[in-house]
């Protein structure tokens, strides 16, 4: 069954730095997703991203939050100056058209900001 | 706005039958999922609803009232590996239809006992 990729599992940074979160959606899917959640609370909306562009955002999803598809298959979450509060597994999606396609999600990575 | 509602918490048996009702109050509505989540791991699609009625799907249905805002997730034959949270989450209709971000519940802690 396709799945969605996401590296790495586990990143441990220190606060102020930049991380980098990648995703390799499923091929033929069309609209991507993060979500995060933090330790104990629910999933959390933070940006979708459909032709090449971001399509809706949060409130959470500020200027510290970026997004790109550098190619046809990666889609990555830049997160600059990292902050405690960002501590969070932030978890990739892709869905295909039609339906209830697709909101596969990936098996996330932990991010630990210290 | 999104406003879904869950139990935080059920405990049922081995063997047994549990329901997990929700509830929502939304500005749009385009469809109702379940979602299961063990501890530490991504969501995984259990079931979709976009009009009334009753969904099944092997030892789990899933059910939907959109007049009263309203859905609940059937598990039967209950089994020790059903432990787990399980997250209702409501997709918005926008107007572009481009994001149809997904808005989750809070989820339910199910805990299957011997």
């Known amino acids: 069954e396709p799945e969605v990729t996401q590296t790495p599992s586990h990143q441990v940074t220190q606060m102020g730095q930049e991380v980098i979160l990648r995703c390799v959606p499923i091929?033929?899917?069309?609209?991507f997703y993060w979500y995060r959640q933090i330790l104990g609370q629910k999933v959390e909306f933070l940006v979708s991203f459909y032709n090449n562009e971001i399509s809706e955002k949060s409130e959470i999803f500020d200027d510290q939050f970026s997004v790109e598809r550098p190619d046809g298959s990666n889609f990555t979450l830049k997160i600059r100056s990292t902050k405690l509060e960002d501590s969070a597994m932030y978890f990739c999606?892709?869905?295909?058209?039609?339906?209830?396609?697709?909101?596969?999600f990936g098996s996330g990575t932990r991010l630990t900001v210290v | 706005g999104q406003n879904i509602d869950q139990p935080t918490e059920m405990t049922a048996t081995e063997g047994a039958i549990v329901q997990i009702n929700c509830t929502y109050q939304t500005s749009g509505f385009n469809g109702l999922f379940w979602y299961q989540q063990h501890a530490g791991e991504a969501p995984t699609f259990l079931s979709y609803n976009v009009l009334d009625g009753l969904e099944e799907k092997g030892r789990f249905s899933s059910f939907l009232s959109r007049s009263k805002g309203y859905s609940y997730l059937l598990l039967k034959e209950l089994q020790m590996k059903d432990s787990a949270s399980y997250l209702c989450?409501?997709?918005?209709?926008?107007?572009?239809?481009?994001?149809?971000?997904?808005?989750f519940g809070g989820g339910t802690r199910l805990m299957v006992k011997p």
């Open positions: 999606a892709s869905k295909g058209t039609g339906g209830h396609y697709g909101y596969t």
């Open positions: 989450a409501v997709r918005d209709r926008l107007s572009n239809n481009a994001g149809n971000m997904l808005t």
């Open positions: 091929s033929n899917h069309l609209y």
